[in-house]
């Protein structure tokens, strides 16, 4: 069981906008850790998608978007695409387990 | 442009230990603050981080995994290792190199390899 918490899957229509929920708690969100956000398409590794909250790496579309609030953080996605459709994991920093810490993963349909 | 490929055994078996590689092209291994990290994550499930090492030598493990765990830095190479012992099943996964980015006391990862595919197996 993942310390982060995420929904297992969210689906949307091409164009719509999703979000992506990550569940914290005081030893992460709470403690000042920042969340990061990734990216993995089908059968490719992880790519940064988000960090430091709500920063975009060069080169990923400003249609993608974070933001963290108390113990909670999301992911948004504006105008879905079809090469949207992935995993996305959400990731911080745990004071309690001194360590890294993941969220379980959300499967993004694009309907 | 920095990359990372892992290397090392495929098959593994139980009871055994497993050693893998990482090769650092495109940049040096010993520059700037860099941290080097390993993460898994078995077959259709999530993401698992293993540790990271800084170029000094000074190591975080996963508690879960520390009493089994050590990295190690090779600049000369510019290569960093893991070495898990006493593997069982558990640890078949595909096995991630990466460079983390710290600001602060946040880190994060902020480039992957392809990953490596070990299965533990008799």
């Known amino acids: 069981q993942s310390v982060l918490t995420q929904p297992p899957s969210v689906s949307g229509a091409p164009g719509q906008r999703v979000t992506i929920s990550c569940t914290g708690s005081?030893?992460?969100?709470?403690?000042?850790?920042?969340v990061h956000w990734y990216q993995q398409l089908p059968g490719a590794a992880p790519k940064l998608l988000i960090y430091g909250n709500n920063n975009r790496p060069s080169g990923v579309p400003d249609r993608f978007s974070g933001s963290k609030s108390g113990t909670s953080a999301s992911l948004a996605i504006t105008g879905l695409q079809a090469e949207d459709e992935a995993d996305y994991y959400c990731q911080s920093y745990d004071n309690d387990l001194s360590g890294v810490i993941f969220g379980g993963g959300t499967k993004l349909t694009v309907l | 442009q920095l990359q990372l490929q892992e290397s090392g055994p495929g098959l593994v078996k139980p009871s055994q230990s497993l050693t893998l590689t990482c090769s650092v092209s495109?940049?040096?291994?010993?520059?700037?603050?860099?941290?080097w990290t390993w993460i898994r994550q078995p077959r259709g499930k999530g993401l698992e981080w293993i540790g990271y090492?800084?170029?000094?030598?000074?190591?975080f493990y996963n508690p879960s995994l520390k009493s089994r765990v050590s990295m190690s830095v090779d600049g000369s190479k510019n290569q960093f290792s893991l070495e898990m012992t006493s593997v069982t099943d558990a640890d078949t996964a595909v096995y991630y190199c990466?460079?983390?980015?710290?600001?602060?006391?946040?880190?994060?990862?902020?480039?992957w390899g392809q990953g490596l595919m070990v299965t533990v197996s008799s």
């Open positions: 090492i800084y170029k000094g030598g000074r190591a």
């Open positions: 495109g940049g040096s291994i010993s520059s700037g603050g860099k941290s």
């Open positions: 005081t030893s992460n969100f709470g403690a000042g850790f920042d």
């Open positions: 990466a460079t983390n980015a710290v600001s602060g006391t946040d880190v994060w990862i902020a480039l």
